[in-house]
């Protein structure tokens, strides 16, 4: 099995006139010696074929070996619970990527020789596929502790770095005196979301029970190479998230999975650019996204406010569309690459709306108009206009269909859940986050964004929802909503009767959060090292505390219906025609 992991970054300081930045990190240059160019993995051996678009500057490239530090403890330590298994796991690259611009991406790649430890256990194709899901979440969920400055972060589990590598690129990038807190960077580096390419040698295991999607692609089929995507299912902590992932299946010694660096010296030049392909149009087609959130934002901490750096980023966006546009790249076809793409990222709410991103195209065809006539440029506009008419078909789909946000706590999942099924059957999209949230998905940013983008909130409204800080943002942003914008619907569903019957609750339930939060300071004043973590959570449950009395005497005075066991299906009805109404 070889592994890569892709955390992309986007830097909003390439929109300042005085960015105060570096182009790249003062880390050192990938490549064996110092001198080689890498690309993903191995050497470049040849340069032939021209590129176009923001990725074209590999001597951006760096070695991040030090800042991915890939550890744990005891039995969760990489080199005890990988790399000393059966299937040897290696680390072949840790590499950090930046175009000089808006977009920066850290890789991580590692391998094994999985596919021949399992063929030897002669399983079914059932248990086949469970032990490869298994053994990518190890990979996924392995200890990491990211390097910011000259200090080591707390553990996170690998796939949850991306806010780690933030820091640590904005730190490494960042002139002038450092102060090295991640509340000074302010937003103006986010972390999006990562992408997995999983490679399997497909002669030695059987994946006939994994639900893959079929990708067809000419040139591989003659090459014994199979393409699939997928998304992977874990959990951390009480969150459950989906990463998108691609499967490269490939049989014959030609294309062997490589397990050590030399492998990579007779290595496939068909998966080569495939992989190159496929990590390429991730990264275009979150900066598409971003930067159309930048041209329909609002929010004066990121509106574009002169017209020399508005031009800036159409040029840059510009050379994106034409990469994306193109109908070969690395001499291999991307259209099905990227439809299949698009489609995958469907799911990933951006902060702007439909309406605001017919918008921004609408503005950013004007600026094309003034360019002159040149094969390129008239491509890029029809994949503008493409796009344009896609949304309007989008939009005028979405204004059919009823979508319903479900905002519960953890431990009321079963009964989320049942509701859930329940719109289902009434032909009414749902959106929750046990099986919607992608990977790199801020928690805040999922929540705001689904309450935005459907027609309706129904909160699980229970005791354990009450001493949730997630919960008690996710209703308080319902209710304001709500305020702003009258056709959205906030219904509160309550499954106890604690709130309604205690009138001492608000009294109780503040002592109780009290104690938390004190809890946290002690905790905060121990830690050695950044405390961003239970900054968070301090800070959540401090809004929980303020917004408690003001969200009991909402919900003590405004229509709230019963589902309480014996009430449910009674009520279900209610439900229905509140969100139809």
């Known amino acids: ?68 530090n890939l550890c744990g403890l005891g039995d969760k330590e990489f080199y005890k619970s990988l790399y000393s298994s059966p299937p040897q796991s290696r680390i072949l690259f840790r590499r950090f990527q930046s175009d000089g611009k808006c977009m920066a991406k850290f890789e991580v790649g590692l391998n094994d020789s999985f596919e021949y430890s399992l063929s030897q256990k002669k399983l079914n194709p059932e248990s086949s596929a469970t032990a490869i899901y298994e053994q990518i979440t190890k990979y996924l969920l392995c200890p990491a502790k990211i390097k910011v400055g000259n200090k080591l972060m707390p553990f996170s589990p690998l796939i949850n770095s991306g806010n780690f590598l933030k820091d ?24 999006c979301e990562p992408v997995l390419l999983v490679q399997l040698d497909t002669s030695k295991i059987d994946i006939s029970s994994m639900h893959f999607e079929k990708v067809e692609m000419p040139g591989l089929a003659e090459n014994k190479i199979k393409l699939y995507c997928q998304y992977i299912p874990f959990n951390i902590n009480d ?91 690395n001499t291999q076809p991307q259209q099905q690459l990227i439809a299949t793409t698009f489609r995958l990222n469907e799911s990933y709410f951006g902060a702007s709306g439909i309406d605001e991103q017919l918008l921004a195209l609408k503005d950013f065809s004007e600026w094309l108009k003034d360019l002159k006539v040149t094969p390129e440029n008239e491509q890029v506009k029809k994949y503008v206009g493409d796009n344009s008419a896609a949304l309007e078909i989008k939009k005028a789909d979405a204004a059919k269909e009823i979508s319903v946000f479900i905002s519960y706590n953890h431990n009321d999942g079963e009964m989320a859940e049942l509701i859930k099924q329940k719109l289902a059957n009434e032909k009414i999209n ?66 106890d009767k604690i709130f309604l019957e205690n009138e001492f609750f608000v009294d109780d339930t503040q002592k109780a959060i009290d104690k938390k939060i004190e809890d946290l300071k002690i905790r905060i004043q121990q830690r050695q090292g950044d405390s961003s973590d239970l900054d968070e959570k301090k800070k959540r449950l401090i809004a929980l505390r303020n917004n408690l009395p003001g969200l009991i005497n909402y919900l003590n005075n405004n229509f709230c219906l019963d589902f309480t066991p014996p009430k449910l299906e009674s009520n279900f009805a209610a439900l229905l025609k509140a969100i139809k109404s």
């Open 430 to 495: 749902v959106i929750l986050d046990s099986d919607t949230m992608l990977a790199g998905t801020a928690i805040n940013d999922f929540i705001t964004a689904s309450i935005k983008n459907t027609n309706a909130t129904v909160s699980i409204i229970s005791n354990n929802s009450l001493n949730s800080g997630w919960v008690s943002i996710e209703t308080v942003n319902a209710i304001s909503f709500k305020t702003f914008f009258p056709e959205k619907k906030f219904i509160p569903c309550y499954t």
């Open 239 to 329: 969150k459950n998230y989906n990463l998108k992932t691609w499967f490269i299946c490939s049989e014959g010694k030609d294309n062997a999975n490589p397990i050590l660096p030399n492998d990579f010296e007779n290595y496939s030049n068909t998966i080569r650019y495939l992989r190159i392909n496929l990590l390429r149009i991730h990264t275009e087609i979150i900066l598409q996204k971003k930067l159309l959130e930048v041209f329909s934002s609002v929010n004066d901490t990121f509106k574009i406010k002169d017209e020399a750096t508005k031009e800036r980023l159409y040029f840059y966006l510009h050379k994106i569309w034409l990469n994306l546009s193109s109908i070969k790249r």
């Open 1 to 68: 099995m070889f592994i890569t992991i892709q955390f992309p970054l986007f830097d909003y300081r390439y929109m300042k006139a005085d960015p105060r930045r570096t182009e790249k990190p003062n880390w050192s240059d990938a490549g064996r010696n110092g001198n080689n160019r890498v690309r993903y993995f191995g050497e470049i051996f040849d340069r032939k074929t021209p590129y176009l678009g923001p990725w074209d500057d590999e001597k951006k490239y760096c070695n991040a070996k030090s800042v991915i």
């Open 168 to 191: 640590a690129y904005y730190w490494a990038t960042a002139k002038g005196k450092k102060s090295f807190d991640p509340k000074d960077i302010n937003n103006e580096v986010i972390s």
